[in-house]
């Protein structure tokens, strides 16, 4: 087992599968997609859309695309406009 990554901090969380343990299985808030109070990961930083997690149950370390954050292209909402006609 690896250590808590000194960034980690119980007051930046994440709700995301365990790539490793996969604890969240068979859990009703996570298949529900709500923020279980049981399975959450440390949130060590962000790059972008990128997230840095820790899982504290397995302190597995992985990397996670989220798709939200500053890689969206502004210009498909543009062309949309101006096509509209
Ligand atoms: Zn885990
Ligand atoms: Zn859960």
Redesign the pocket.
Known sequence: MLPLDPQADIGRRAWVA?P??D?ARGCDPCGERRSCSEHWRYLLSNTGSLLHLQ?P??T?VWEHESGFGATRSPWRRIGSGLTGH
């Open positions: 365990c490793n343990c604890d899982c149950a397995c597995h």
